[in-house]
Structures are given as C-alpha cells and as structure tokens.
C-alpha cells in the first residue's frame, strides 16, 4: 500500500470542469501505487514552497545510446522515496500520433510493471514521455521496449524525434505525405538521432499545408511546409451554395450556422487582393496569390489547393535560448517531395555539414546562420539567391564583397596609386 | 543486466504509422474532399470515395497514469476499433466510420467525466505545456496546475464557437521554452527575476568554469575566486536570468519564491492565414506564483480573452486585432498596465520602437 500524503492544495486542482492531473493520479496512488503518491506529496511540497524539487540533471541512459533517458532525482528523497530516481524515457511516437490500443497496450504494460505508470501524451517535441523510472530499471525497459517493436527517441545534442500533423491521412488541406516524409526521416537518420554530436539540439517537423498545425516555422530547425505552385482548384456549384447560404462557411468553424459574407469574409480579407467575385463567379489571379490558405480555410468544399504539390522549407527556428526566438526563414520556397526524398536529404546533410563545421557549442543552425549571414548559409547549402528568401533588400549599404567579386583582386600597389594622386 | 544486453535491439525507430491506422483512413488516405464541425468537439470528414469519419476531439491532461490512459484505450476497443489519436496539442480524438455508433460514444464519453469534447474551430483548445514543478529541474512555476486553473475558467470557450478566431494558448516554465510558446495567441511564461545564486564551495567540482563563463549571453559572468575556491561572479546588471548558465553549472540556481512567477505574451500565431507569422508581444510582466489556482494569471487571461471576444472583427486572430487596432489601444482596452519593461532593450529592440509619426492616443 502506498503511504498517502495530504495534499490539501493540490486538492483544489480536483475542482472544476476542466480534466484533473491530481484526481487521476490521485486514483492510482490509491489504488497502490508508490511513486504516483510520492509524486502528489512532492508537488504539494512545491506548492508551498514555491520551488521545484528536482536536482539538476543526473547522466543516466541506456548503453549504446547517448540519449532518449533524462536523468531525474528528488532532492527531498527521504520523504518521498517512491520518486528518489524519477527519470524519463523518452519513446518515439508513431507519426502523427495514432494508436492501435493493441500496440500501445505493449508501452503500458512494460511501464506498469518497471516504472511508476505516469506519462506526457505527448511531450513538446513529440515522444511519448515515460515520467519516472528508476535506474536500474532503464535497460530492462528499453530491452522490453525494443523487443515489442519501440524505440527511444532524441535528447541532447542531437536529432530530436521528427513530428508531423495529421497530413493526408485525415485532412483535405495536405499537399505532402507527412506521416511518410517522418518517417523516412526518423528512419534514416536513427544515428543523428540516438548519438549526439551536433553543437546543439535539432527538430525537424512535417506541416502539410501552410496553416502549420505542428507550428513548424516556429519550433523546427527544418520546417517542411506542404504548399503548391499551379493554380487553386475552385468549384463554382459550391461557391454559388456558400453565397446562397446553403453550406456553413469555414467548416462550422464559427458556429454550424455561419453564413458565408463572400465579399466581406473572402474577398476582402484575401491579403494579396487576388479574389474577385462577379456575375456569380468567382476568380482567382493565382499569380499574385500567396497560398496564405484562408479563402480554403472558410469554403473548404469550394476551394482546394493545386495539384502540383510539395513543400517550402523554412530554417532556424527556435525557442529564445540563446539569442532570442527566431522563426524560420525560407530557403527552398519549393521543392517536389517524392519517396525517398533524396533531393532534399541532399540538402538536410550539406546543411548538417555546414552547422558541424562551423556551429559554436550550444547554437543552434539559426543563430548560427544569424552569426555568418543568411548569404553564407545559402552558399554552404549550394543555393541560388533569389528575392523569395527575403521580406525585402537589404537597406544597410555594407556590402561584404569577396576579392573573386572585383575585377583585379584586392591586392593593389600604393606606388601605383601614387602615380595618379598625389599625397 | 547482462541478459537485457545480450540480445540488444537498436535503432529500430518507432512502429510504421500506417500500422496504427483504421481501415477507413488506409482506405481513404489522400483522399478527404472536406470538412464540417457539426458542433464543439465533433468533426466530419468527406472523402471523395464518400466514406465518412467522425471524430470526437476530447480535452485531456497531458500528464496522465496508464490507469486513465487504460480507460481511453477501452472506449476506443468498444467504439472505433481499437484504434484513437492524440492532437498536436494533447487532445484525444476518439474516430468512428459508423454514424450509428456516434450518440452512444457521446454518452460514453459524457459517462467518463474527464473527456470533454471540443478544441475545435473559434475557440480555445487544449494549452500545450511543459513539465514544471512535476518533473523539470529549472521551472520558474508549475506547468500542470496552471493549465488546469486557466481551462476551468476558459472551459466555456472550450466547447464553443463563440469568438472571433481559434485562440491557442500555450506554457513554458521557464526562458528555456520546452514549449516553444513564442508564437501564441496568448502565452503562460515562467520567469526567472534574481540573477543565480552561487555555491562558490562546490561549483569548481560540479561545473567546468570556462564553459559557464561562455554560456551567457550578455557575458556577465567572470572568474572570481573566493576564500580558497576557484568560482565565477555574476555581474547582476547584465543578468537577464535566462538561465543558461545554471543549465550549464549546477552550482549556480536560479529558482526563488520571491523571485519566480509568471510573463504573459499575445498575439503571436504560425498559422500563414491572411496574415504572416508573428511572434507574441509582452503584457504583463510578471504575476507571482498563486498555487494553488493561480487567480491574477487566469483572471487577467479571462480578461484579455474578453476585451478580444468583444472587439475583434469575424477571423481575426488576437495578434491581428492588436495589430489593427494599435498596441497602444491593445493596452487602453484591457486596462493592462505598460511599464518600462514592455519596451525591448535585447538584441532586435530598435525593430520594436515607433519610428513614425502615427499613433492613436
């Protein structure tokens, strides 16, 4: 029997409509289990306190890999010992996050037997986040894990588990196969992923339109964005039943009986002013359309993105940690991404070259393309400039020439000089 | 531990996607036409073979037992199949191709108690977080407890369509940003406000001194030795207590009762819709740490999310309506105080200052 703590402020959190973390561990504490009552009786500690109550990291893992474990103790043990070792593993999801109860049963059970049956569904990244294990307890987990079919994913300094929305497999907007692009990812680079070696962490995630549902161009090194280059498919039947107020606009989005406003909703909020609606038709100049994606998002049965699909890849975004937050920035505005995505590992592995070679302990790609220029990125990654990777010309007019750029080098004789002006 | 080593599997990756797929999305993948939500939380999906699927997005804890996840997986045995999925951000979304299995799987769910449907369309859904106080070493606040106080109040945005766009919010406890939760609607930040606190006698054993020293971003930190140890100062006016140095040193924490709590920011979003990307903008500066509850954080969140319902035009997004109305009006309509820490002073600030002549009183 598991020794109960009074939690009288975690308590509070059992309140409420929304669902409680303390009521469903509160409900395995009971029914026995340790470390789920030490973890409440921690949690109130901090409550009071106003102060977490973990050490500072811990090197713990499995052998043969450098990540996927992050070590985790206690520093009040003594009184809470079911959480002394409260290490994670961290288990690459499957993409996009589907589950066969069958399959996932497999991960509860190996958790319930060697760990304190507490998880994240999911962690920020993506993995499936195993939240308490003892040390002796790792490579017994990870073996079980292996041998039912699972893996660790990434931590540290290395690739961290790709992710990916929903894609193709239950969305009409996905103009990439993400769950695939992940995969393939994850697959190939399993290394990257379990050996750090790399100046910092990694991310790679999979957005199949530009709504990007994964936040990509905010939380990716490499954001892989699915758009297309031809035109917006329209269906004018569907257009004339979302003027005639016979379909909800934005998918119910705002209430399943939202009217579609096409001038006020559509038109007018088109940021390109490329939408034209007349004589009951609607047109679009898809030369100056920018696939932001709202005209698609509010009539989704009249409009659909183009057929010649792929993706636009955007680099260096990244929480605040060091230099600030960045977004990424777009270097390939578009690239076809067919299996097996060799055109574009191509590019990921000059990229990786380039970062290893020249990338400070700690920085990450966008700070270091911050740190040698934008310009110096695209020549490392054997890129053409062209005026879509910029909001605009530079305005500052230090021009960081190359001596091959000037007719005559930069070597030049001062007598020379002298011949023609006089000191 | 010799025999989990001798048969050792690696690099193996996780299963196939296509294994954790019902039959009716293997059957229609890339295939969907449209969508509807018939109503918060319920979705229709259309595909062009004129197969049907209903989804039923549920709130759910991200931190969660094996016992509640095993009560999940039963819903989905009974209802869909034995098979369900998690959103990007935490919701369960529990599948049936089968209308007639719709009702009872609501009533099941509703029987449940901790599955509540919605997350969908102009409303908030659920709060991507972070592990705080739960399981993270440099939190400057719970994560867990705050997302739990905030959605009890939001919870009648949650299974609405009422306000003008999605509204995402997000929280990070602490600089760190686990959660990466710049880009936000709105964003929960645990800060940090005294600069470390060092522990001269056991730093030259735990940490190396050169890296510490290079970990900070604003170079405030210097050699220094005191009494017989080899230690580092921090200059306290280059502190902008990030943290980095204690990720790097474990001699040198940051967390304080007095000195944590919690930022929040507005406006960011990572959608392309209309308009770009934009990163969220600072409101309130700090709010102290208010377990169990967190009544100012979730209060001036309600209020911020109010002032928004009520004067954002239709698709507007809470960082579009800023933008359109003027930052300085954001701040009149809340009521929410500006103060010298609103004005940036790190490495992009001057993009940030008012280089014209327009601006609204």
Redesign the interface.
Same mark, same amino acid.
């Given at each position: 029997m598991a020794k109960m703590h009074d939690t009288p402020?975690?308590d509070?959190?059992t309140?409420?409509?929304?669902?409680?973390? @303390?009521?469903?561990?509160k409900?395995?504490a009971e029914?026995g289990?340790e470390a789920?009552a030490d973890?409440l009786g921690q949690?109130e500690l901090?409550?009071k306190?106003?102060?977490?109550?973990?050490?500072?990291?811990g090197i713990v893992g499995v052998?043969?890999?450098g990540g996927g474990v992050i070590g985790?103790y206690s520093d009040v043990p003594d009184l809470f010992p079911g959480v002394e070792h409260?290490h994670?593993l961290r288990v690459?999801?499957?993409?996009?996050?589907?589950?066969?109860?069958?399959?996932?049963?497999e991960v509860?059970e190996i958790?319930?037997n060697r760990g304190s049956?507490?998880?994240?569904?999911?962690g920020?990244t993506g993995d499936m986040v195993l939240?308490?294990a003892f040390t002796e307890e790792l490579?017994?987990i990870?073996?079980e894990l292996?041998?039912k079919?699972?893996?660790l994913g990434g931590s540290g300094s290395a690739l961290r588990t790709p992710?990916c929305? @929903?894609g193709?497999?239950?969305?009409?907007f996905?103009c990439i196969?993400t769950?695939?692009i992940?995969?393939s990812l994850?697959?190939e680079y399993?290394?990257e992923m379990?050996r750090p070696a790399w100046p910092y962490k990694f991310k790679f995630k999979i957005d199949g339109c530009?709504?990007?549902? @994964?936040?990509?161009?905010?939380?990716s090194d490499c954001a892989i964005i699915g758009t297309w280059r031809d035109d917006i498919r329209i269906d004018q039947e569907a257009v004339a039943a979302y003027v005639g107020g016979e379909i909800?606009a934005?998918?119910?989005?705002?209430?399943?009986d939202a009217k579609l406003d096409i001038k006020?909703?559509v038109i007018d909020?088109c940021?390109t002013g490329c939408m034209f609606y007349e004589d009951g038709k609607l047109t679009i100049n898809n030369a100056e359309c920018t696939?932001?994606?709202?005209c698609i998002?509010?009539m989704?049965?009249a409009l659909r993105p183009g057929l010649d699909t792929g993706a636009s890849i955007l680099v260096g975004a990244?929480?605040?940690?060091?230099?600030?937050?960045q977004?990424g920035s777009l270097i390939i505005p578009f690239i076809k991404m067919e299996e097996p995505y060799d055109e574009f590992k191509e590019f990921v592995e000059k990229m990786w070259d380039w970062w290893d070679e020249n990338g400070k302990?700690?920085e990450r790609i966008g700070e270091l393309i911050q740190r040698l220029g934008l310009s110096a990125f695209i020549e490392a990654v054997e890129l053409k400039p062209i005026p879509q990777m910029v909001k605009e010309p530079r305005s500052n007019p230090y021009i960081f020439y190359k001596e091959d750029e000037v007719p005559g080098g930069f070597e030049r004789d001062i007598a020379d000089y002298r011949k023609k002006h006089a000191r | 531990m010799a025999e989990f080593q001798a048969n050792k599997i690696t690099d193996i990756g996780p299963p196939k996607y296509d294994e954790m797929w019902p039959q009716v999305i293997k059957d229609n993948y890339g295939k969907w036409l449209y969508h509807d939500i018939l109503e918060p939380g319920v979705l229709v999906h259309v595909s062009e073979s004129g197969a049907k699927v209903w989804s039923l997005r549920c709130g759910a804890t991200r931190l969660m037992t094996t016992m509640f996840l095993e009560q999940v997986c039963k819903l989905a045995d009974e209802y869909c199949g034995g098979f369900f999925r998690f959103t990007t951000r935490n919701n369960i979304e529990f599948i049936v191709s089968d209308e007639s299995k719709l009702e009872p799987l609501k009533k099941a769910l509703a029987d449940n108690g901790a599955l509540p449907l919605g997350g969908t369309g102009a409303g908030v859904t659920n709060i991507v977080h972070t592990q705080g106080w739960v399981h993270c070493h440099t939190p400057a606040i719970d994560a867990s407890g705050v997302v739990k106080a905030v959605m009890d109040e939001l919870f009648d945005y949650f299974n609405s369509h009422k306000l003008p766009a999605q509204v995402r919010i997000s929280l990070a406890c602490c600089l760190n940003m686990c959660g990466a939760v710049h880009c936000s609607d709105i964003s929960i930040l645990g800060v940090h406000r005294k600069p470390p606190v060092i522990e001269h006698s056991h730093l030259d054993k735990m940490c190396e001194i050169p890296t510490t020293i290079a970990a900070c971003p604003t170079a405030a930190i210097k050699p220094n030795k005191v009494d017989e140890f080899k230690s580092v100062a921090v200059n306290a006016d280059r502190c902008m207590f990030c943290g980095n140095c204690y990720t790097m040193c474990p001699a040198m924490p940051l967390a304080d009762a007095a000195g944590d709590g919690i930022a929040l920011w507005v406006g960011g979003k990572v959608s392309n819709a209309k308009s770009m990307p934009m990163f969220s903008k600072l409101a309130v500066p700090y709010i102290p740490n208010e377990p169990p509850r967190w009544p100012t954080t979730v209060n001036t969140i309600k209020k911020i999310v109010e002032v928004y319902a009520g004067d954002a035009m239709k698709y507007e997004r809470v960082g579009e309506w800023a933008q359109r109305i003027g930052w300085e009006k954001f701040f009149e309509k809340t009521g929410l105080e500006f103060s010298h820490h609103h004005i940036d002073d790190y490495r992009f600030a001057a993009t940030t200052w008012r280089t014209s002549t327009q601006f609204k009183w």
């Open positions: 402020m975690l509070e959190l309140k409420g409509p929304w669902p409680s973390f @303390v009521t469903d561990i409900k395995a029914a289990n789920c973890l949690l901090s409550y306190d106003k102060e977490g109550h973990w050490k500072h990291g052998l043969g890999y985790r409260f994670t690459n999801q499957p993409a996009s996050k589907f589950y066969k109860t069958e399959r996932l049963r509860m958790w319930n049956g507490m998880l994240n569904m999911h920020s939240l308490g490579e017994p990870f073996a292996t041998q079919g699972w893996d992710a929305c @929903v193709k497999a239950r969305c009409e996905a196969d769950q695939d992940c995969y994850t697959q399993q290394d379990h530009p709504n990007c549902c @994964v936040a990509s161009l905010a939380r909800a934005h998918g119910g989005a705002n209430g399943a006020a909703d909020l940021p696939r932001c994606m709202h998002n509010v989704p049965r990244k929480a605040p940690i060091l230099e600030g937050a977004m302990n700690r | -």
